[in-house]
């Protein structure tokens, strides 16, 4: 087993315990040291507290491990960026009513915003110029989905 899956076996229960999610575990080793980074998202954002809380948790977990060997290291929890793919369908259920460009695995794209979703689909609205339409794309047929940054959204939100 790789030492980044060791990492996250140990660590997930500990993070699940606090109402969160691993979502992900990364080992960078730059000469005689690690650089773990755990990330680590809720069903909503999390703030400085929540990641200072979950950063504790997984700490005191790491510094008795013996999977880490001698080897020192340096931990450091974060959260999903907003470029982050989106893959489950908390994911999506998270970014209701944002902005999101799917392309789905035929290569079409559709850009919309999230209305609602399910386990197996996502809900959007499109506006072109002609219309609005409701898209429901089933997320088995979603290569990659992202978040659109909006810096002037017309409706205010």
């Known amino acids: 087993m790789a030492l980044t899956d060791s ?3 140990l660590i997930e229960p500990a993070v699940t315990a ?48 013996p999977i880490m060997g001698d080897t020192p290291f340096t931990l450091e929890v974060t959260s999903p960026g907003v470029d982050r793919p989106l893959t489950k369908p908390r994911h999506f259920a998270k970014n209701v009513d944002r902005l999101l460009k799917i392309t789905k695995t035929d290569g079409e794209v559709v850009t919309g915003r999230i209305t609602s979703n399910t386990e197996s689909e996502v809900v959007l609205i499109v506006v072109s110029k002609k219309e609005t339409t409701e898209v429901t794309v089933a997320i088995s047929d979603i290569k990659r989905a992202v978040v659109e940054i909006e810096f002037n959204r017309k409706d205010g939100k």
């Not at 992900?24 to 000469?31: A, D, F, I, K």
């Not at 979950?54 to 700490?59: C, E, G, W």
Request: proline share 2%; glycine share 6%; hydrophobic share 45%.
């Open 7 to 9: 990492i996250a076996e």
């Open 18 to 65: 606090q109402g969160f999610y691993l979502e992900e575990v990364q080992l960078v080793s730059p000469g005689k040291h690690r650089i773990v980074t755990c990330i680590v998202d809720g069903e909503i954002s999390l703030n400085l507290d929540q990641v200072t809380a979950v950063s504790r948790a997984i700490s005191e977990l790491l510094d008795e491990a």
